[in-house]
């Protein structure tokens, strides 16, 4: 389906469609490249699983970030409630991490699934990882077709380097990390997975 056709769209890389008027919008009149692609968002059919790994260690205390974070996950709860799209919450902290909700389309947000979540101890990036690649794997099993989202929120202050989950299609770093003393380790831990890194601001807007 080329540009001209009643849709206004056609194919990008990996099949995905191209919105040609919010592109050539984007051109603002100079030559099209790369970055000036809009892609249309489109529901695989296998359905799709967010599973969101959330940082609960001390140092996200700091400047009230964990509580920004609760904020954003309830926003993206909705968001995925809305779109029928199944979810899950690992929270790591201390020495260990837990699946507090999930995998399941989330019909309603209940504030109890974060009540208990309080920052504190160290922070076991690798365990939280370990826990989530678990639960995509057998998401994967149990549903081969279905398109799987690793969401980690964190200020990035371990040491640890875990390997990306084999199972999770797509990984976002929504890094939490101010300040003017930056480690930048969610930033590199996302170059080196080839994952997409973003600021909760972005996220927002």
């Given at each position: 389906?080329?540009?001209?056709?009643?849709?206004?769209?056609?194919?990008?890389?990996?099949?995905?469609?191209?919105?040609w008027?919010?592109?050539?919008?984007?051109?603002?009149?100079?030559?099209?490249?790369?970055?000036?692609?809009?892609?249309?968002?489109?529901?695989?059919?296998?359905?799709?699983?967010?599973?969101?790994?959330?940082?609960?260690?001390?140092?996200?205390?700091?400047?009230?970030?964990?509580?920004?974070?609760?904020?954003?996950?309830?926003?993206?709860?909705?968001?995925?409630?809305?779109a029928?799209?199944?979810?899950?919450?690992?929270?790591?902290?201390?020495t260990?991490?837990?699946?507090?909700?999930?995998?399941?389309?989330?019909?309603?947000?209940?504030?109890?699934?974060l009540?208990?979540?309080?920052?504190?101890?160290?922070s076991?990036?690798?365990?939280g990882?370990?826990r989530?690649?678990?639960?995509l794997?057998?998401?994967?099993?149990?549903?081969?077709a279905?398109?799987?989202?690793?969401?980690i929120?964190?200020?990035?202050?371990?040491?640890?380097?875990?390997?990306?989950?084999?199972?999770?299609?797509?990984?976002?770093?929504?890094?939490?990390?101010?300040?003017?003393?930056?480690?930048?380790?969610?930033e590199a831990?996302?170059?080196?997975?080839?994952?997409?890194?973003?600021?909760?601001?972005?996220?927002?807007?």
């Amino acid at each position: 389906m080329g540009a001209g056709s009643s849709r206004g769209v056609s194919r990008g890389p990996a099949g995905r469609r191209i919105g040609w008027p919010r592109t050539l919008a984007a051109t603002r009149g100079d030559t099209l490249r790369r970055e000036h692609l809009r892609f249309i968002a489109e529901t695989p059919r296998g359905g799709v699983l967010h599973c969101f790994v959330l940082d609960c260690s001390g140092s996200m205390l700091s400047g009230r970030r964990l509580a920004l974070a609760k904020g954003l996950l309830i926003a993206l709860f909705d968001r995925a409630g809305a779109a029928r799209a199944e979810v899950a919450l690992v929270c790591f902290g201390g020495t260990s991490a837990d699946v507090r909700f999930g995998p399941a389309v989330p019909r309603w947000w209940n504030e109890r699934w974060l009540e208990t979540v309080g920052a504190g101890g160290g922070s076991p990036l690798d365990t939280g990882v370990r826990r989530a690649t678990q639960l995509l794997e057998r998401s994967a099993r149990r549903r081969p077709a279905q398109q799987r989202w690793l969401w980690i929120l964190s200020d990035g202050r371990t040491r640890d380097e875990p390997a990306r989950p084999l199972a999770a299609d797509e990984v976002v770093f929504v890094d939490f990390e101010h300040g003017a003393l930056r480690l930048g380790r969610c930033e590199a831990l996302a170059n080196a997975w080839g994952a997409r890194w973003i600021t909760p601001e972005e996220l927002i807007g």
